[in-house]
């Protein structure tokens, strides 16, 4: 999953317009670091097809390239990501045998589009049965929404539970609903 190599990276960012907003997404050539979603403030009824790529430079890097249209794929039909292989992803601000990074590799490997899980279950699916705060605080600080998918964690009861510190709850009901989740 992700590459914690701690060399210096020159970094490059691309914006993406998408149907929930603007997802920055800033990275090196080894892979992604980081995601940023911006929340529209009115989200489509339904799905729809058009992704824009604002200043497609020719300078990105082969990692934010794929991971571009790996995004793009997922909105236009969230399905055809089942299958495909994630986008590199290089978080360097985390170790690579933390809870939080194996939090991560766990939900993206093994939590598909379509799928939800409870904090408990996640927890439970890295032999932590007792750990579902600490799944709560890697989604928190998770740096790669969407590529590692937190909206697809829910509370206790599959409530929805938090999502961009709360106040992106009706985007993770408009992400589940894309992905054609039941909760």
Not at 25 to 43: D, F, N, P, S, Y
Not at 59 to 65: V, Y
Not at 67 to 96: M, Q, V
Request: charged share 20%; aromatic share 6%; proline share 7%.
């Amino acid at each position: 999953m992700p590459s914690l190599k701690k060399a210096a990276c020159d970094l490059a960012t691309v914006v993406l317009a998408t149907p929930i907003g603007h997802v920055t997404i800033t990275g090196c050539e080894v892979g992604v670091h980081k995601i940023c979603l911006t929340a529209a403030k009115t989200l489509p009824q339904q799905s729809t097809k058009i992704v824009e790529v604002h200043e497609e430079p020719s300078h990105w890097s082969a990692s934010l390239k794929e991971c571009s249209d790996w995004l793009k794929k997922y909105f236009e039909n969230a399905n055809t990501i089942k299958g495909l292989p994630l986008p590199p992803l290089h978080i360097t601000e985390f170790k690579s045998d933390s809870f939080s990074s194996q939090v991560w590799t766990k939900l993206a490997s093994d939590v598909p589009a379509g799928q939800t899980v409870t904090y408990g279950e996640l927890a439970a699916m890295l032999d932590n049965p007792k750990g579902a705060r600490a799944v709560g605080g890697a989604m928190r600080n998770n740096p790669t929404p969407l590529v590692v998918p937190c909206h697809r964690v829910l509370g206790s009861g599959g409530k929805l539970g938090g999502f961009m510190s709360d106040k992106g709850i009706v985007l993770k009901e408009w992400l589940l609903k894309h992905e054609g989740a039941s909760y």
